[in-house]
């Protein structure tokens, strides 16, 4: 997360068509089982600050006008294992918060 100048990677010079956010887990687990691997602090999304991870402030800056943000009302949500963890996207435009996303889960029995 952050900014990443094209100095350092050039190929973001023009942009990107897509980004991503969110958490992953590793899974060594055999095929057909999952991971008892939490994600994040191991809170699903719905239980909130201090409980689920979280990122505020998300913002998207189009690289062919830098002064142009680009709304994150528009994301589209994946969620692989809903069983083992979620996500929830909101937004707070009068507080410090701006866009955020909650997310996590405890992993485990998924079915």
């Known amino acids: 997360m952050g900014y990443w100048p094209k100095v350092l990677v050039p190929s973001f010079a023009q942009g990107a068509d897509l980004i991503t956010f969110g958490g992953e887990v590793l899974n060594l687990a055999p095929p057909g089982r999952h991971t008892s691997t939490q994600m994040g602090t191991g809170h699903f999304s719905r239980e909130g600050f201090r409980k689920a991870s979280f990122f505020k402030k998300v913002q998207v800056i189009k690289a062919q006008t830098p002064n142009t943000y680009v709304s994150p009302e528009k994301t589209r949500v994946n969620i692989e294992r809903p069983k083992c963890y979620d996500l929830e996207v909101g937004k707070n435009?009068?507080?410090?918060?701006?866009y955020?996303?909650?997310?996590?889960?405890?992993?485990g029995s998924c079915t």
């Open 93 to 98: 435009l009068k507080g410090n918060w701006g």
């Open 100 to 107: 955020f996303f909650f997310y996590g889960g405890p992993g």
